[in-house]
């Protein structure tokens, strides 16, 4: 089973809503990430998580949130977003950090900002 | 992370082999080359990697050069579901950060 299991599919936020996005995978795997991707563009990394802590932030906007309660599950809190946060949201993981071993997405959260 | 350089299109018979080229003139002994697809509107799903040696899976095979700057995916017999938009990766981060590049769109017609 190489299943990342994203929630939900959809989803369409006022900009003064708070929201989460949910992503779950039972593979045993340490390392998950959040991607963003915009429309006809590439998927862009957003957060790195490696055993549960928190190794990469790209220079995100303080509204997206991440969190990981544990092994299996990563969490992306949303506040306060703006219309330009519209995206497809990717969940992915892979048994570790380290380059060399194959990262699994999940099928995304589209986001919808009014 | 080495950059990658891809057709932006290509076209394919359904039936026949699919040959996508990926140039990476930089790439370093450490970087592995990974191949994704996205078909419209899902998530990118894995097709495969390597390091050194050619490599085959149920979906394709990974020519990579002797040199290590070109490498080819080869699709053996495309049908129409391999219509995507297939993005070649190099990748030597340590905390797996996969840059992902504009990709060539393939289309697969009857």
């Known amino acids: 089973d190489t299943e990342v299991t994203q929630t939900p599919k959809h989803l369409v936020m006022g900009m003064t809503n708070k929201k989460s996005l949910k992503c779950e995978q039972h593979?045993?795997?340490?390392?998950m990430y959040w991607y963003k991707q915009k429309a006809k563009k590439p998927p862009e990394l957003m957060f790195v998580y490696s055993y549960e802590k928190l190794s990469i932030n790209e220079s995100v906007p303080s509204r997206f949130s991440p969190e990981c309660p544990n092994s299996s599950l990563l969490n992306l809190h949303l506040h306060a977003l703006q219309p330009e946060d519209s995206a497809l949201y990717l969940c992915a993981s892979s048994q570790d950090h380290r380059s060399g071993n194959t990262i699994y997405f999940g099928e995304g959260s589209w986001l919808t900002v009014v | 992370d080495a950059k990658t350089t891809q057709p932006p299109s290509m076209d394919c018979a359904e039936g026949r082999a699919a040959n996508l080229p990926c140039n990476h003139s930089?790439?370093?002994?450490?970087?592995?080359v990974y191949w994704y697809r996205q078909i419209h509107s899902q998530g990118p799903q894995y097709i495969i990697h390597?390091?050194?040696n050619n490599e085959t899976n149920e979906m394709a095979s990974l020519i990579i050069t002797e040199d290590r700057k070109s490498s080819t995916l080869i699709l053996p017999h495309a049908t129409l579901r391999d219509t995507a938009v297939y993005y070649c990766i190099v990748h030597a981060d340590s905390w797996g950060k996969l840059q992902f590049g504009a990709g060539t769109q393939v289309v697969v017609t009857p």
């Open positions: 390597g390091l050194k």
């Open positions: 593979m045993g795997h340490r390392a």
């Open positions: 930089t790439i370093s002994g450490n970087e592995y």
